[in-house]
């Protein structure tokens, strides 16, 4: 590769961490009861690493390929509609 | 004598505590901690009667222990990379104050970028500061090293600290057999420290620290001449060791030098690989030898020149390259070799891992050439990855005038990277993305060192989606200052939010934080206080709880919480605290602070399920039994006044909130209900 990098060690490619598969780290999984869920939010808006997405009209939906199964979103749900279920099994 | 099987960090710790040290004093800095650890443990159970000052920084660290030697004691201290920088005025101090305290280097690069590597530039930094050096190749030579370097350093002809370099994590987290002298022998070989020229006694007072003019190079002259004095020193020191415990050192270690054509000259634990080299080269009838340099300073001109005066080839291997020169081993090896001449090759490998592969080829690269040559072994080459990861691509359409699409920045949803290597359930990770989001896209974050940062600042990948940059642990609110004035200046109605945990916020970036804010600059300060250096592996800071367990209160820190927010009340400016568990609290205070004329204050309490030991589904919900149990108030506060925010009912008993967390498992019932009253205190006065 001819090119350099930037001197500085600066990047003009921001964001770029989300190549990381934060989910190979996951032991438990959340999977959404979508009956039980209204969906209020709570979730998302608790979720550390905000992968826990809704649009209007669609289903809560989780991006496995980040979900580190911290178990925050399941704790928060106000209806339990979250349960932490282990990998693999 | 005890064979034992520990990494270089723990025995270094033990040869402080054989060393009878009575004063130590480090700041969490990887990788040494390992040492840190080790000596707390030795202390708290009783193996070692020292006191260990645990600080918010190393230049208070290598102050301590100056202070602790300057009043006629043994001190140890452990540092590295922008750790040892952060030492530097402190450690030309104590050299010229003649106080023959040692200090532990786990060797790692100086940045930027940031490293935790070995390399040599850390300790190469100090060169020039008076200290004898020692280079370790492995756990027995740290601890043997350490011994007699307090037994050198004291002795009345040299009175000088130590630098003993174990390096990062080929020495500090590589267990190894090794032997542990018997506190009997070591006694024997290292008497009680009482010094006749620095120490404080009110019945025989004397002063330290002078000032001076015309004696200034005639001081400099006697550090020198310590220095000179300490080679012989040295030897005496080695050859009593010898005989005490069995085990053979010198400034140099020479091996099968003596008929040799070609010898590799190197300094720490690379020289166990060139040593090993030499036997198989020596099996296939090359006439090779190894040279290690032990003691770097004094340096150890004479024994070179005799060890190389009959080489016609010297490989130099160096750690450290002096920028705009050569590396600092080769020009000082050269200068030695200046009557003899032989062919030199120089080898810089920087903090790169050097196996026998690499040595082999480095010596038949030399063993081919006639003529001596400089190259820098196995540098990186970035590839496409890397070239497309920074962007280089849009630096040159930008250096050719080119409108650059940005497509990276464009989704403004998350200002914050997915994919971050935080822990699970990492609330820092919610607070900045929250942050983010409320004051949108048009925001530089400057952030200190901590969990953060490692995670934001991985290599080549970006975990924000603003502009953003990582300073130092120490100054992210100057650098914020000079920011906030470069963008004025430019026109640029900018948000510059300072983020860093308690560490960088409220401890070792305290100076920097309350002089920014006495000058008034108009920036979002953000501390998220997760109560200790989470980064470093869960050291205590001036903000974890009292009785709260970490790896340097391993039965509960015994002083108080400071009260950052309150300090930073007493400013004057626009405070305010925050729980995770009210994010609408939360964005109603940021917009307050972007609102406000001046500068301010974000306190978030940020419980961490790795250093509080908790599962990390409770992050949330310990926030809210924060708030419920009174342990954490909310309010703001503005020019003095101060508001509550919001209060619980019915208070909860505070064991609600300590339950929950490992790190307050070991508390008595006695204990929880002297925290019950402090907790009741403070939210009297507070309410």
Known sequence: ?89 | MSEVFLSSSEVAAHAARLARVEVVSAYPITPNTGVIGALTELIETGQMNATAVNVEGEHSAASVCAGASSAGVRAFTATCGQGMAFMHEVLWMASGMALPMVVAVTSRGVGSPQTIVSDFSDIMMERDASYLQFYSENAQEVVDSIIMAYKIGENENVLLPSFVCLEAFRMTHTYEPVEIPDQEKVDSYLPPYRPKHAFYDTDYPVQQGTGSVPDFTYRKYQQHMGLINAKKVIKDACREFEEVFGRKYGLVDAHKVEDAEVVVVSMGCVSAVSRRLVNEYRKKGVRIGSLKVRVFRPFPEEEIKEALSGAKKVIVIDRFNSPGSHGVLYTEVRSALYDVKPTIISYIVGHEDIYSADMEKMIDKALEKDEGFEEWYNLFQPDEFWVKASGSDRYEQLKKGETVERDDVKDTSDLMAKGLNLCPGCIPYLVCRKVLTTLGKNTVVPYATGCVMAATSGAVLSGWKVPAGHYCFTNVASAASGIKAALEKRGKDYNVVAIGGDGGIADIGFQALSGAVERGHNIIYVCYDNEAYMNTGVQRSSTTSYLAATKTTLTGKKVHKKDIARIMEAHGIYVATMLPCFLKDMEKKILRAKEVDGPAFLHILSPCPTGWAFDPALGIEISRLAYETGAFILYESYKGERTISRLPKERKPIEEYLKLQGRFSHLTADQIQEIQKDVDERFMQMT
């Not at chain 1, 350099?4 to 032991?27: E, K, P, Q």
């Not at chain 1, 999977?31 to 997405?53: A, M, N, R, Y």
Request: charged share 20%; with cysteine.
């Open chain 1, 1 to 89: 590769m001819s090119v350099d990098l930037i001197r500085g060690g600066v990047t003009h490619n921001l964001g770029t961490a989300a190549i990381m598969n934060t989910g190979s780290w996951r032991v438990f999984k959340p999977v959404i009861d979508l009956e039980k869920c209204k969906p209020c939010v709570i979730c998302s808006q608790f979720c550390p690493d905000g992968i826990v997405t809704y649009e209007k009209d669609k289903e809560i939906s989780i991006n496995f390929y980040y979900c580190k199964g911290c178990g925050i979103c399941a704790h928060e749900c106000p209806r339990g509609a979250i349960e932490m279920v282990r990998e693999g099994v």
